[in-house]
Each structure stands twice: as structure tokens, then as C-alpha cells.
């Protein structure tokens, strides 16, 4: 039983027609990690038998701990991959209005020269934005200011 799926089964029967494997699908699925250790069920009982089982067997019981780290490994990636993927989508968005706002005060287009920027040099090309009048004096200002 996929464990989301295991609501609908509930819809469609009622509690107290699921078969036991259902009942405890059930409870790991909604409710806490206490009710179900706090639960009656022989299902319950056989499960936590053969868990402390595992636990006893070494090899075994390094094998699943392998597993849940890859999985674990695996997650953090997946989170680190969306805040890498993030952060760099709001950088593109800053070079986009940048290169909106230059090309609207200066006619000209500088997309290929706002790539090869750092995310600091942008900070200080929207500043000098506001200060220079032509798009020369402000490459030259930026020069100028890389080599401080």
C-alpha cells in the first residue's frame, strides 16, 4: 500500500473494516510516532519484534543505517540543489533588471558585458547607475574601483 494512498482506502472503507496491515499503514501515515508504539495491534507487536531483531543482526542493521544515510545524503542534496538553484535565479533576475535599466539610460546593449560580472560588481554598477551618465564613464568607475 503506498502510504498516501491509504486515506482513500480509508474514504472507501471505514476504520473498523481495515484489515490489519491497513490499520497500522494507517497509523504511520497520520498520526505520531507514539501512537502507534502506544497501539494494541499484533501487527504493531510483530513489526517491533522484528525491528529489534534487526537490530540485533549487525550486518543487517549496518545495511539499513547505510540506506537511511543515503537517503538522508540524498535529501540534503536535493534541498542544497534548491538553494543553489535559487540564489542563482535572483542573480540572473538583478543582471535582467540591470540590463533593462542601463539599456533604457544608455540605448545601448551590454547583456554580454553584465555576464561576465560578479555579483559584487552588479551591486556597485547599480549603484554607479545612478551617478554616471554614460555607460564609458561607468566601466571606467567600476575599473577603477576592482583595483582598490
Known amino acids: 500500500v503506498h502510504m498516501p ?17 491497513e490499520q497500522l499503514v494507517y497509523l504511520f501515515e497520520n498520526n505520531e510516532k507514539n501512537d502507534i508504539l502506544k497501539s494494541k495491534e499484533r501487527l504493531v507487536r510483530v513489526f517491533m519484534n522484528k525491528y529489534e531483531e534487526m537490530q540485533k543482526d549487525d550486518e ?5 543505517m547505510a540506506i ?28 535582467q533588471l540591470l540590463h533593462r535599466q ?3 539610460k544608455f ?4 547583456a554580454t558585458w553584465l555576464q561576465a560580472l560578479t555579483e559584487e560588481q552588479m551591486q556597485i554598477v547599480s549603484t554607479l547607475l545612478l551617478e554616471c551618465d554614460t555607460f564609458e564613464s ?5 575599473h577603477k574601483s576592482d583595483k582598490k
Open 5 to 21: 494512498a491509504i486515506n482513500d482506502i480509508v474514504k472507501e472503507k471505514e476504520m473498523q473494516r481495515l484489515n490489519d496491515f
Open 60 to 64: 543487517l542493521w549496518s545495511t539499513a
Open 68 to 95: 537511511q544515510m543515503g537517503e538522508a545524503r540524498y535529501r540534503n542534496g536535493l534541498r542544497d540543489s534548491f538553494d543553489e538553484g535559487k540564489a542563482a535565479g535572483k542573480m540572473e533576475g538583478e543582471r
Open 102 to 104: 542601463m539599456q533604457i
Open 107 to 110: 540605448h545601448e546593449d551590454c
Open 138 to 142: 561607468l566601466r571606467k568607475r567600476l
